[in-house]
Structures are given as C-alpha cells and as structure tokens.
C-alpha cells in the first residue's frame, strides 16, 4: 500500500513534535494542542503501515554485515499498533493529571519522543536495532520517572537506569555470544541459528539464550531483576507510571518474543534447562508478584507488584514454547496494557482529587468518585480473570498453553494454571478489597469523605475507554484471537 | 433466546436511568416479560450458539429440565420482584438492587440455558459477583462479613472450577453437554486425571450449592441479606450449583462408583449437619439457611444415587428433580414470610418475633404451605412426594447391593437411618418456627398495627409463591411426574410411571415425623429453650468456636498469605537487598581497589625491594661466609700456645715509652690505683692482629672482585679512552 520508507515517518513525527515542544517551549495551551494532535495523528500515520504487508526499509549498516533496519511484521504491528493508541490516551488523561506540574516543556518532549522511538522499536528488523532503541528508550523514560526531582523520584529513577542498563547489556553479552553461531541477526521466524557451527556450540547458544532473556526480561519485570517496578512506579507521576507499567513492560516481553521465536527458535530451547529455568522464574514471579502485592498498603506499589506478577503471565506464555501459550500471551499483553493503565490512572485520579496514596484510606472512595471506582472494579475484575473480560479469555489461553507443554515435566505443565489461579484469587484480594471498601464504607465515616470528588472528563473519558475496550475485546475476542493464531502458526 | 438473556441486561441499564417514578414498574414489567419468554421457550425449545464470544464461544439450549428450571427462576425473580416495593421503601440504594437483580437475572438464566461448561462458567461467574452486591445491600458490618464470605466462596470456587475445566478441555477435548459423557468414556489416559478435574470442576458449583465443608456462606449471608435476595439465593442460586455437579456427576462421571460413594458421603454429611444447626439456630433466616443446605444434601444424596443406580436410576433420578423443585418453591415461600416479618418488625431473632403471626391468616397459610412441604408431611407437603422417592432410591439400591451379595449393604442401611433422622430434624425445626410464630404469646403479638402488615402487592407475592406447593402435593401422578419425565433427557435414565402415597413411602414418612416430634419435644422444648422471668426463651447453644470458618478457613487465609508472604518477601528482596545491592558491589569494589593499588602498597613500596635486598646481600655473602667457615675449619691454623707476640722496632720503642710513663705515673699521680700492663707486649700484639687481618682480607673473595671491579672500571675507561 505504501512504499517502505514511511515506515520512517511514524517514528520520526512524534520525534519531531517532541524537539518541537522542547524547543518552542510553548504556552500551556498550545503545548496541549500540540501533543494530543500529534499523538493522534502518530495513530492515524501508522494505519498505512498496519494495512501494508511486510515493509523492510534499511536505516544504514554498522557494518557490513550488521545493517540496521525497520521491518513491519504482524507482530510489530500489533505492538506498534497497541503503544501507540495506548500512549496517545493516556497523553489525553495526563493533561489534567499534569496541569499543576512544572517542567512540562521536558515532560512532553520526552514522552513524545518516546513513542516514535517506541514504534521504531516495535518496528525493529534485527537484534542490533532493537538493541539500539531498546537502550534510547530506557534513557528517554528516565526523566518521566525523575520528574518530580524529588530526592526519592532521583533516586528511583537512577535505580531505574540501573537496572535497564544491566539487563541491556546482559542482553549485549548474549547477543555476542551468539553472534558465532548465526547466519545474521535479522528476525526470522523459527530462527537464525545456522545449523552448521549451533550444534556444537550448543551450550554457548543455551547460555546465551538465559542471558537475553533475563536481560530483556529485566524490562518486563521478571525475577531477579524486578527491582524496579516497586520503586520507580511509585514516584513517578500517575500517567508514567501507567505507560512504563503497560507499555514499558511490554517492549522487555517483546525483546523475550523476538529473542526466543525468531533469534533462537523454539525448537532448539524445547525441553532444554533453559526452558525449565524460564518456566520456573515466570511461575515464581507470578505467584510472589501477587503475594507481595497483596501484603503492600502503598496503593500505587501494589500496582506495581501487582505489575510485576501480570507481565510474567505474558512471559510464562511465551515460555511454554505453543501455539496457545504465545496467543494467550499476546491476548493477556493486550489486556495487562489496557486493565493497568486504567488501574494507575485511577490510582492517578485518587491522588490528584484527594492526595489519597494508602489502601486504607480508600474507605468511601467509592461515594467519592464512582464513575472512577466502577473504571477501578470492572478492570479488576477482568484482571482476576472473570469471564467476560479480555483477562479471563487470556487465562484460559495462557492454561490451554501450559497444558499442551511438550517436553518439560508433567508436574509443571499443571503447576503452571494452578499457579495463574494462586494469582488470580490473590489478585482478587488485592485489587477489590479497596474497591469494596471504597463502595461499601463503614458508617462511621466522616461526612468530608464522602463528598463528590469526580475528576474532569479528560481523566474520565480515557479510563472509560480503556474500560469498555477491555470488556468488548473479552466478549468478542475473534479477532484478535486470529491475528495471534497467525503469529503462532508462522513461528512455531 | 438471544433476545430473552440480553433482554434483563438491558433493561438493567434502562431501570436504572429511569425516574424514580418508573423505576420499579419497569423493574416488574421487565420481569413479567422474562417469565412469559421463558414459558414460551420451555414448550417450543430452541439453541443457540454465539461462536468466538469469550474465546471458546457459548453455546445454549433448553431442553426439558433446564427450559422448566428456567421458568421456575423467571417465576422466582418475579415472585420476589412483587414484593421487592415494600420490602425496599426506605432503602436509598433501590437502583443499585434492582440494576444488579437484573444483571443476576441474566446470567443465572444463562446457567440455566448453558449447553457446554464453559458458557456455564461464563454465567455462572457473572451471577455470582452480581449477587454479591445484593447480599451486602444493607451496608451493615454484619453484612460486610457476610459478603466477604460469600465473595470469597465465589471467587475461590469459580477459580477452582476454572482449573477443572481447562483440565477437562485439555483431556476430552470438549465441554459439551451432549458430548461430554461419549469424550470421558472414549479418554485412553489414566482415569485419575479425569477424577481430579471432575473434583475441581464439582467444587465451584458445590460452592455454590452450599455443600460441606464448604457451606458455609450460607448460615452467614441469608441472614443478613433482603428477604427477596435470600429467597433467590437459597431457592435458586444454589441450584445453579446442583445443575453444575449434575453435569459434572452425570455425564463425566457416568458409572464411577467411587465418586458416586464419595459425593453420597459429602451429601449426607451435608444433610445431616444443615439440620442439626437448623434445629440449633435461633434466628429466622438463619434457620431457612441451614435447612437449605440441609435440603440441598438431600438433594445432593439423590444424585449420587442416580449415579448408582445408572440407568435404572429413575426412581432416584424423579426424587432429585423433585426435590429441587420444591425445595426452590418451598424456600421462595418461606423466605417471603421471613421477610414480610423482617418488614414489620426490623428483627429476624425468634425470641422477638414470637407471635408476630397471630391473627394473620394469610401469613399462616402461606407458611404453613411452605412448612409442611419441607417437613414432608403428607398429603399436602409436595416435599413428601419428593423425599419418599429418594427414600425409595436408597432402598432400590440396597436390594441392588443385596442381590449382588456385596458387603456394604450396611453402610446404606446406616445411610438410611440418617436419612430419615435428618427428615425428622427437618420436621422438627418448622414446628419450631411454625410454633415459634403462629402459637405462642410474645412481644409481637400484641402490637397495635397502624397500618396492614403487606400492601395488595406483598400479598399477591405471597399467595403466588405458595398456590403451587399444596397442588404439587395432592397431585403428584398428574403434576410432579410430567415434569420429572420432562428432566429425563438431562439425567439419563429413563421415564417411568412412579407411585407417590404407597404404605412404603407413608412408612418412611411417619417414622421421619415421629423422631421429628420426639426431638422437637425433647431437645427444643427442653435443653434449646430456658426460664428466664418466668418465660420460655430460646437460647443459642451451639457453641460459638464450632464455627468451620471462624476455626479453620479465616485463620487459614488470614495467615498462609502471612507466612508465604514473609518468605517470599525475602526470596524476592534477594536481588534488591542489602546484601546484594550494597554488599556484593561493595566487596567487589574492595577486591578491585586492592587488586589495583597492589603495585603502590606498602608492601610492594617496602617489602619488596628490602626483600631483594636481603636476597641479594644474602646471595653475595655467600662466598664469604663460605670462606669464613673455611678459615674456622679446614683452613684453620693451629695456634701456639703462649706464643709471644712479635713487635718490630716502632711497637718496642713505643711500647718502652709508653711503660716508663706508666711507672713515673704509678709512683706520683696514680699511686693509689697503680696501672700495670706492659706496653710493648699489647703493642705487638696489636701489630700481629692487624697483621693477621690484613692477610685474611687479601685472601678473601671479595677482594678479588673488587679488585677484578677496578680491573673492569680500568679496562673500560682504556677502552673509552682507546675509543676516542
């Protein structure tokens, strides 16, 4: 449909609008008209890539043989497509979130950045340019993390660097030790490993394969190096927090997806050590993720926790190496994004209407703010898995996927769904526990804690969105369902 | 059908945007609606399939049994929705109640309709948050724990019940109704993997029954709950879950003994134990609780028996039916009654309400309908009907067990026995009730009402709720039996034409009403009440710790998360701890900063070149102290004696000097402390000393380098010199 250089202009519109704003530094006003306009229009601009077949536009080389380029495959879309859409509605709610802020002009500059460099990364053809922008990206995010300049934002934020820049280059130390044992580092489905010199570097490729996905899986939250979700996502402001816990995440588990089916190829880590240790750390992260959040009070870091647990559901999908665990991972990918921004940008709102950060000072939120409360419950819900959101269809993929699990133990193949369960119910406990005490306040509460305090249509309108498309998207989940189908049958 | 199931979602939305005004006669419309498409539904049956909604798509039908319990549910709604205006006309959240009303009304239609377990599950989890709602309805602290309970059993149940199915979707492949027998019997995998996702499976719905050991929402949510909501709850959601275990025992367990045998247990257990807190519980609702999980063991017993008997289950299968049917109708009726006493006086506690029906016919009748039909007293009980036919279930398969010679025909003997005493507690805690209300003096018997105790509504509700339980009980050939055979397709075994008043069942009857009466006369009147101020008061005995969920369950899940969580806690602050973050780089740091300033350490500085210095002094010392030992060994001279020292001409001189200045001085100045040595031999000696010295160092090693060290000095400045 479109020739293969455009794929150049969603990532670098976005780039430009943020020099632009960084640059202008415009009035408050003008500021708004800029960002939601391009953020808008970046969704717009990247329909034309989406409809196309597969585009390849090579950027430059490093050399001769490590080019540098954008390919647009349907897993690329579906991210681009998802982080996009993701960041420009909840660019709309940070508006009112961020009003009474300073330093906006580098706010927005960063986080407009960050989405073109999102989509490039989405877009990104071979390990060396995912690396690139996997890396921009960490650098461009620190800022949202340290925008308050607290001591602790600066803290959390410096944390956050760390911990990027160690999974990275975790992941660097794989990426060169592979580089023998490959016939290029472009992604291919079912792999690039050339069958001449992988056999007998076997364990060099296993090795190096735990280091890329625990060096990706750094991003995504995963045990051991999970270290900075609980930290960074409290501090942040409310919207960064929900783009780096939903959209963030995601770029570790498509690093993971990338590395494991179209670097490595399944088939060589099929019922290999390497497998069983993925699976184990997932399961473990999913079910201590949980539990941790379940004992925090702090309602943003159980979100954060709650973060931790979620995303490695995606990545114990990947690890179960089929078809269905990779579409219940790519469906739950969907449904974390969409049910935890909302989660965090009602924690958002809960902070910006009553300054209220505690679990247990949310008793009557519910008579407070409903309309935020009913967004906060239904999400939740369909974050325990209850049918008929997209959380449950996702489960009972990811569960389907664990089951089906050939050649790693029987007894894990089964632990893993009754760990999802495990998490499911502690889910529950964590997540309407303040949402029933919200609605259903003891008597006794004081009458100023019961008085509306509904944020403004700008946050309202955003979660409410998220809300529904969560819920539309379980009830008919056809057609994603499809698309995930066709990404599993062409890499398995 | 589509149209019937969103029709209540919709108009739950509708209702709830409404005027205050419309609101409830829209509510009612809408209900009236429902029962009249479900009617027409029950007598023209139709599918429906909605492929790809949720993932796996949902699938209904209703055939015989469910078409029939689905009109039973619309009836049900409809019934407590006319008394729902009365009952609600205080209470601010009216909305809320009927917009989740609906919402329930929906989904459990849905389990009703449901052709496969996963679009069970579906409705089924939908019901059992939206019911939640209406338990807590009243907000008290009472309620809020009672929720909780229920949410809980819910949540942890429909989890559970999850797990089951993926078990079974992974093994059989399917989870149809109609295919789901064929795809257990043809699985070629070990029978245990079946038998594990069957009890997962079954505990979700037994949950929701209200099956021990985990019955206990029950006794806590009916009491707290709207008496409309209880009626529901009791008469209909818990079915949901019976019609779940059907499933489960029917078509995936066809022929398993073992679980037959073990779900039999459960049930009596159940049966049993529902029944002895009835007869101990002193608060109306909570009384109709227990002996709804009572009645639901009762019915539980019924198909582990259908199961049993297999295909000559009809006996047993009729009972189960029935005695859903009834034990639905009888609960509607009663929880009504509780409820309109609830109405009047704000107070559910026996010792209170004593009276209160006195005086009020039509509250007699209707309680007294109810009553007797799940007391099983004939002829007017519809109960009786039911109860005799799972009476004769057991029998059947007694004389099974006899003619196959097998030897546990005494455990079903026992089993029996506790039947019928549990028939007879039953019967003993309506009179209880039936006495408790309508017979004694109390302090609600006497009030001046200003107004009637139920509006023409209420009324209606009532009478509707009970009109069909006497019917059903007179004739039960021409009504119970239709509707049994209409199940029939849903529970296997085949139709046959059943006898309801024969000598046997009225036996089974009279014996049950007989230990009724004793115990009602014996354990209630005697250990169950007390005189206090000259009046009989019933008084709570059970005791409070022997409360499963106070004991076991809360302490369980309040701790486990507890101690799970310290350790996890741990495990999972490893790579953020101390330890490791500050620690290990730390140490790290300290090796490198060691390893680095190695070259510039003291040590290195001073230790090292004094160390090469004494090697190397020590290697050049060698050749002289080898030399040394030489001189003192083999080189040695051999000394003379008392050999004199030879001076030469300078030491005597000196030395004769030297002794005539020693005399002069020894006589004058030194006289006291005279000096005597001779001069000229210490001078000699001195000379041969230094002698010896001089040619021992000549002699030496090192002379000779130093020597060949000048030699070397010369011979290059000749050759520089040379050079030049």
Same mark, same amino acid.
């Given at each position: 449909m479109v020739s293969s250089w455009y794929m150049l202009i969603p990532v670098l519109f976005p780039a430009a609008a943020g020099i632009a704003v960084a640059a202008g530094r415009p009035s408050s006003a003008v500021r708004k008209m800029l960002v939601s306009c391009s953020l808008g229009i970046n969704c717009l601009l990247l329909i034309p890539v989406l409809l196309s077949g597969e585009l390849e536009f090579r950027l430059f080389s490093l050399s001769r043989d490590l080019p540098v380029f954008l390919k647009a495959d349907d897993t690329g879309k579906f991210f681009a497509a998802l982080m996009s859409f993701v960041w420009f509605v909840v660019g709309i709610y940070s508006f009112e979130y961020m009003a009474h802020e300073r330093h906006l002009d580098r706010y927005y500059a960063c986080y407009l950045m960050t989405s073109g460099v999102l989509t490039a990364l989405c877009l990104s053809g071979s390990i060396i340019t995912f690396y690139m922008f996997y890396e921009m990206m960490a650098l461009l995010t620190v800022p949202l993390v340290v925008h308050t300049m607290e001591k602790d934002a600066v803290a959390a934020g410096i944390k956050y660097l760390i911990y990027s820049i160690l999974g990275a280059s975790l992941a660097l130390l794989g990426i060169f030790l592979l580089s023998g044992y490959v016939t290029s580092f472009s992604f291919t489905p079912k792999g690039v490993l050339n069958p001449e010199t992988a056999g007998e570097g076997r364990n060099t490729v296993l090795i190096a394969a735990m280091m890329l996905i625990v060096g990706f899986g750094t991003k995504a939250g995963m045990f051991p190096l999970h270290g900075w979700l609980p930290t960074a996502h409290p501090v942040a402001p409310a919207p960064a927090s929900a783009v780096l816990s939903g959209i963030i995440t995601k770029t570790g588990v498509l690093g993971v997806f990338r590395v494991v089916y179209e670097l490595i190829g399944a088939e060589t880590l099929r019922g290999t050590w390497v497998q069983m240790a993925f699976l184990g750390l997932t399961i473990f992260t999913v079910f201590s993720g949980s539990l941790l959040a379940y004992r925090e009070k702090l309602l943003k870091k159980r979100l954060a926790y709650s973060s931790v647990s979620q995303v490695s559901y995606v990545l114990f999908g990947l690890a179960t190496l089929t078809p269905l665990g990779v579409v219940g991972a790519l469906l739950h990918v969907c449904a974390h994004s969409l049910i935890k921004d909302t989660l965090f940008m009602s924690a958002g709102a809960i902070i910006h209407q009553t300054g209220k950060t505690r679990v247990e000072e949310l008793n009557g939120i519910g008579k407070q703010m409903p309309k935020v409360m009913i967004c906060f419950t239904v999400v939740s819900l369909g974050l325990v898995g209850i049918p008929p959101c997209l959380g449950f269809v996702s489960k009972w993929y990811l569960a389907q996927g664990s089951l089906a699990a050939a050649g790693v133990p029987q007894w894990l193949t089964w632990l893993g769904p009754a760990v999802l369960l495990i998490s499911a119910l502690l889910t529950a406990g964590y997540l309407l526990s303040p949402a029933i005490h919200g609605f259903f306040p003891p008597k006794d509460l004081p009458a100023e804690d019961l008085t509306r305090r509904e944020p403004g249509a700008v946050m309202l309108v955003p979660m409410a969105c998220f809300m529904l498309l969560s819920v539309l998207l379980g009830i008919f989940p056809g057609g994603l369902i499809r698309l995930f189908s066709n990404i599993a049958a062409a890499i398995l | 059908m589509l149209y019937l199931l969103l029709l209540p979602l919709m108009a739950a939305f509708v209702v709830r945007a409404l005027p205050d005004r419309w609101r409830l006669p829209g509510f009612i419309?809408?209900?009236?609606?429902?029962?009249?498409?479900? =009617?027409?539904?029950?007598? #023209?049956?139709?599918?429906?399939? /909605?492929?790809?909604?949720?993932?796996?798509?949902?699938?209904?039908?209703?055939?015989?049994?469910? !078409?029939?319990?689905?009109?039973?549910?619309?009836?049900?709604?409809?019934? %407590?929705?006319?008394?729902?205006?009365?009952?609600?006309? #205080?209470?601010?959240?009216?909305?809320?109640?009927?917009?989740? &009303?609906?919402?329930?009304?929906?989904?459990?239609?849905?389990?009703?309709?449901?052709?496969?377990?996963?679009?069970?599950?579906?409705?089924?989890?939908?019901?059992?948050?939206?019911?939640?709602?209406?338990?807590?309805?009243?907000?008290?602290?009472?309620?809020?724990?009672?929720?909780? %309970?229920?949410?809980?059993?819910?949540?942890? *149940?429909?989890?559970?019940?999850?797990?089951?199915?993926?078990?079974?979707?992974?093994?059989?492949?399917?989870?149809?109704?109609?295919?789901?027998?064929?795809?257990?019997?043809?699985?070629?995998?070990?029978?245990?993997? @079946?038998?594990?996702?069957?009890?997962?499976?079954?505990? !979700?719905?037994?949950?929701?029954?209200?099956?021990?050991?985990? #019955?206990?929402?029950?006794?806590?949510?009916?009491?707290?709950?709207?008496?409309?909501?209880?009626?529901?709850?009791?008469?209909?959601?818990?079915?949901?879950?019976?019609? *779940?275990?059907?499933?489960?025992?029917?078509?995936?367990?066809?022929?398993?003994?073992?679980?037959?045998?073990?779900?039999?247990?459960? *049930?009596?257990?159940?049966?049993?134990?529902?029944?002895? /807190?009835?007869?101990?519980?002193?608060?109306?609702?909570?009384?109709?609780?227990?002996?709804?999980?009572?009645?639901?063991?009762?019915?539980?017993?019924?198909?582990?028996?259908?199961?049993?008997?297999?295909?000559? *289950?009809?006996?047993?299968?009729?009972?189960?039916?029935? $005695?859903?049917?009834? $034990?639905?109708?009888?609960?509607?009726?009663?929880?009504?009654?509780?409820? %309109?006493?609830?109405? &009047?006086?704000?107070?559910?506690?026996?010792?209170?309400?004593?009276?209160?029906?006195?005086?009020?016919?039509?509250?007699?009748?209707?309680?007294?309908?109810?009553?007797?039909?799940?007391?099983? @007293?004939?002829?007017?009980?519809?109960?009786?009907?039911?109860?005799?036919?799972? #009476?004769?279930?057991?029998?059947?398969?007694?004389?099974?067990?006899?003619?196959?010679?097998?030897?546990?025909?005494?455990?079903?003997?026992?089993?029996?026995?506790?039947?019928?005493?549990?028939?007879?507690?039953?019967?003993?805690?309506? %009179?209880?009730?039936? @006495?408790?209300?309508?017979?004694?003096?109390?302090?609600?018997?006497?009030?001046?009402?200003?107004?009637?105790?139920?509006?023409?509504?209420?009324?209606?509700?009532?009478?509707?709720?009970?009109?069909? =339980?006497?019917?059903?009980?007179?004739?039960?050939?021409?009504?119970?039996?239709?509707?049994?055979?209409?199940?029939?397709?849903?529970?296997?075994?085949?139709?046959?034409?059943?006898?309801?008043?024969?000598?046997?069942?009225?036996?089974?009857? /009279?014996?049950?009403?007989? @230990?009724?009466?004793?115990?009602?006369?014996?354990?209630?009147?005697?250990?169950?009440?007390?005189?206090?101020?000259?009046?009989?008061?019933?008084?709570?005995?059970?005791?409070?710790?022997?409360?499963?969920?106070?004991?076991?369950?809360r302490p369980v899940l309040k701790w486990l998360p507890i101690l799970l969580g310290k350790a996890d806690a741990f495990v999972m602050g490893i790579p953020d701890s101390k330890a490791v973050t500050r620690w290990i780089p730390h140490g790290i740091g300290r090796i490198t900063v060691f390893v680095m300033r190695l070259p510039e350490s003291f040590a290195v500085l001073r230790a090292v070149p004094a160390g090469i210095t004494a090697v190397s002094r020590f290697v050049c010392e060698i050749p002289e102290r080898l030399a040394s030992l030489m001189h003192r060994s083999l080189f040695r001279k051999a000394k003379p004696k008392k050999q004199v020292p030879v001076g030469n001409a300078f030491t005597y001189r000196l030395g004769c000097f030297l002794n005539r200045c020693t005399s002069l001085l020894n006589r004058t100045v030194w006289r006291g402390r005279p000096l005597r040595q001779d001069f000229e031999y210490v001078l000699a000696r001195r000379r041969q000393e230094a002698a010896e010295e001089q040619e021992r160092i000549m002699s030496s090693v090192s002379y000779g380098f130093l020597l060949m060290l000048i030699g070397i000095v010369i011979v290059v400045v000749v050759l520089l010199a040379h050079r030049t």
């Open positions: - | 419309g809408t209900l009236c609606t429902v029962f009249a498409g479900t =009617l027409a539904i029950c007598f #023209h049956p139709v599918s429906l399939s /909605l492929p790809g909604i949720c993932g796996l798509g949902l699938s209904f039908h209703a055939d015989g049994f469910r !078409g029939l319990y689905a009109v039973l549910c619309a009836f049900m709604w409809l019934v %407590t929705g006319l008394l729902t205006p009365e009952y609600f006309r #205080h209470d601010r959240q009216l909305p809320r109640y009927l917009f989740f &009303n609906l919402v329930t009304l929906a989904a459990t239609l849905g389990v009703f309709y449901a052709d496969d377990l996963f679009s069970t599950l579906v409705c089924f989890e939908v019901m059992s948050l939206a019911s939640y709602v209406w338990v807590i309805q009243e907000e008290e602290p009472q309620a809020m724990r009672a929720g909780q %309970t229920y949410l809980a059993v819910a949540v942890i *149940g429909g989890l559970t019940t999850l797990m089951g199915l993926f078990l079974l979707w992974k093994n059989l492949g399917t989870l149809r109704y109609d295919e789901l027998q064929a795809a257990a019997v043809a699985f070629a995998g070990p029978r245990s993997t @079946i038998s594990w996702a069957s009890w997962l499976t079954l505990f !979700g719905f037994a949950a929701k029954a209200g099956l021990f050991p985990i #019955h206990i929402w029950l006794p806590k949510a009916h009491p707290v709950a709207p008496a409309p909501a209880s009626a529901i709850l009791s008469g209909m959601l818990t079915k949901t879950g019976v019609l *779940g275990m059907a499933v489960v025992a029917l078509r995936i367990n066809h022929g398993n003994v073992d679980f037959a045998n073990a779900l039999l247990v459960l *049930g009596a257990v159940t049966m049993f134990l529902g029944a002895v /807190l009835g007869l101990f519980s002193v608060n109306l609702k909570r009384t109709l609780a227990c002996s709804s999980v009572s009645q639901i063991g009762f019915i539980v017993c019924g198909l582990s028996l259908t199961l049993l008997l297999g295909h000559h *289950g009809t006996i047993a299968a009729y009972g189960t039916v029935l $005695h859903m049917v009834n $034990h639905s109708l009888c609960k509607l009726c009663l929880f009504l009654c509780a409820g %309109t006493v609830f109405m &009047n006086l704000e107070e559910l506690d026996l010792n209170k309400i004593r009276g209160f029906g006195k005086g009020k016919p039509l509250l007699h009748i209707v309680f007294l309908a109810g009553a007797l039909s799940i007391a099983c @007293i004939p002829p007017l009980g519809a109960g009786f009907n039911s109860k005799s036919l799972l #009476h004769e279930g057991i029998l059947e398969y007694m004389e099974v067990l006899e003619e196959a010679g097998s030897g546990a025909w005494g455990w079903y003997k026992a089993f029996e026995i506790l039947f019928l005493i549990s028939g007879g507690l039953t019967v003993a805690y309506m %009179t209880k009730l039936y @006495i408790c209300l309508f017979r004694e003096e109390g302090p609600a018997s006497g009030k001046p009402s200003g107004r009637k105790y139920a509006t023409r509504l209420s009324a209606a509700a009532l009478i509707l709720s009970c009109a069909a =339980l006497p019917l059903l009980g007179l004739f039960g050939r021409e009504l119970m039996s239709p509707l049994a055979a209409r199940s029939m397709s849903f529970f296997g075994p085949e139709e046959k034409e059943i006898f309801y008043f024969t000598w046997e069942n009225l036996k089974g009857a /009279l014996i049950s009403i007989g @230990i009724g009466a004793a115990v009602y006369l014996v354990v209630v009147r005697c250990f169950l009440m007390r005189r206090e101020n000259g009046r009989k008061v019933y008084v709570n005995r059970w005791p409070a710790w022997l409360d499963l969920e106070e004991a076991v369950y």
